[in-house]
């Protein structure tokens, strides 16, 4: 599970921006929490802010982090590649165009019976990687304990075995990861980071490509485990019940191509007769075809116990619908491996005091200067040092302003 997400210079954060899903000591929805070693974590986070705030960046820097773990290790022979990749720090500042960039995480694998937790996070600037670390704590320790450490000037490897330190000093480049390295040399601490970084899913409902495509993906043994149909029609059938079945048909390819495609037909029961009428799936609404998009990667997190970052997951979707999805991950008796959603939304219809935790709440807002700022409902305090209590509406408040995080509207004259 992800306990604490941080950055720093990227994008529009200037300054450290810190996503913590640390549960804090308060009593509503004590069920959620989930207790792994000395942690209590929590299942969700729901992040609010305007338009242009700075809301997808952190998305953005989750997903650059997980990109760079994957494919850093291809960058050493092929500069060109390391330069398109480089994150992009923020431009507005004449000190921090020129600094590093840094991306930190704490974590613990699913299943891990010793219940470890896990401190990894790497610097980045213009020629490459300036520092990167990796620590790991037992779960009856207090201090974390280093895998391995480096910077410009040090490389210290002493948790590897002495032949994984030999091959990571000949191939490490400055471009490169020890992360990625390691996991292409097969050194196990390096695949396991690696791969749970690859387990999370993140899906862009801003982007028209990531809609494409996604619509297109299908769920892991959809065309030839009738079971697996009929749990995404038991998935639709909670927002859907006209769609009874689905018909599977093979595309024949031309040339040599060996890429399988297949054509998608939704049944819908005909009015008046116990006939079934057909359509194709792309003529589906946009947001029945949202939800099928969302499935795959629903199915995937929920067996892994892997965390869901989605972007804008109200676009097209009615707000008890975005409601329903949100409980899958809330329900202890449902999410049963720990799965967490972590979302953007204009959404205020799920910021209640009866669906979410305070320390489930966070905003985004950008100051004058375009400085994007993150914080917690839960560490908010209003202007006479009150904090937030827990029968507030949280909705009313938000909309008028009290929580920040709010677009400053002026009257629209030009027309």
Known sequence: MLIQFGFKNFKSFRDEAILDLSATKMTEFSDRVVSIGSEKILRA?????ANASGKSNIYNALEYMSDFVADSFKYGD???????????????DTKSVDAESSFEVYFTFPEDKNEKTYNY??????????????????KSARKYRTVFYRNNE??????????????????????VLIVSL??????????????????NEFADFGDPFTNFFMSRRLPKGFVEDKNVQQKVIEFFSSFDEHIKDFRIEKVPQEGDSKDEKYKINALHKMIGSDEMGEIPLELESAGTLKMF????????VLEKGSVFFIDELNARLHPLLVRNFLLIFLNPQINTNHAQLIFTTHDTWQLSNELLRRDEVWFVEKDEEGVSSLYSLAD??????????????????????????????????IF
């Open 121 to 138: 996070g790497f610097c980045i600037d213009r020629k490459g990687v300036t520092e990167e670390w990796l620590n790991y704590k037992s």
């Open 154 to 175: 040090e490389l210290d490897l002493s948790g590897f075995p002495k032949a994984s330190r030999d091959n990571i000093q000949i191939a490490l480049e400055r471009q």
């Open 45 to 49: 986070a729901a992040i609010y802010g």
């Open 78 to 92: 092929e500069e060109d590649k390391f330069e398109q990749f480089r994150p992009t720090p923020f431009l507005f």
């Open 182 to 199: 390691g996991a292409k040399l097969k050194i196990g601490k390096c695949k396991a980071i690696r791969d749970w970084f690859m387990s």
């Open 293 to 300: 998009a969302l499935y795959p990667a629903l199915q995937e």
């Open 380 to 413: 908010f305090v209003d202007e006479g040092g009150a904090r937030i209590r827990k029968d507030e509406s949280y909705e009313k408040n938000y909309l008028t302003g009290k929580y920040g995080a709010i677009p400053t509207l002026k009257r629209i004259d």
